[in-house]
């Protein structure tokens, strides 16, 4: 499975992904590492490193330096609803100067568990994360509107979450 993992990625297509993103060089080995544990992020090292050829303590090391290296996180994912969080919401925000200031600001939220900048109709694309109607009004109206440079906002209110996955694999 080692060689099929490895020879499935080419080089040039690793190179001009890297040069792109201007981020850490990750070399198929790595990848194929980030894939298991995208599969199942609780998956033994020994595990992965037989998929991929490589020792236990090897895997060991390459996951520390990703997760160092701010490549990847290894975390649990829920259904919000299902913790306690009963009001999540997908909010667009239209902004006034540097974009970056606001999406800083918005990041340093802990409420806002998702902050993109966009190019479309909106600026900033802001998943707020909630235990309540109240609190989301909280959120949206007293601290994101009141950011330096927020111009509006538009909010979408989740009624169910259909799929949540984080399984796209690398290229």
């Known amino acids: 499975m080692h060689s099929d993992v490895v020879a499935s990625r080419s080089a040039e297509h690793r190179d001009s992904r890297e040069s792109r993103n201007g981020g850490p060089q990750l070399d198929a080995v790595s990848l ?12 033994p090292y020994a595990a ?29 994912v829920t ?22 200031s606001v999406a800083d600001a918005l990041t340093a939220m802990s409420e806002c568990e998702y902050v993109v900048m966009t190019a479309g109709s909106f600026d900033l694309m802001v998943e707020i994360v909630c235990e309540d109607d109240d609190h989301l009004l909280d959120v949206i109206n007293r ?7 927020v111009r509006s906002t538009e909010s979408f209110v989740y009624l169910k979450l259909k799929k949540q996955t984080y399984m796209w694999g690398t290229r």
């Not at 194929?32 to 998956?43: K, T, Y």
């Not at 236990?56 to 290296?69: I, N, S, T, W």
């Open 32 to 43: 194929a590492i980030i894939e298991q544990l995208q599969e199942d992020g609780r998956r």
């Open 48 to 76: 992965i490193g037989k998929a991929v050829g490589l020792s236990e303590a090897a895997v060991r090391q390459r996951v520390q330096k990703l997760l160092d290296q701010g490549v990847m996180q290894i975390v649990a």
């Open 79 to 100: 259904d919000p609803l299902t913790v306690g969080f009963r009001r999540q919401a997908m909010v667009g925000v239209h902004v006034e100067g540097d974009v970056e």
């Open 143 to 149: 601290r994101i509107r009141a950011v330096p440079g």
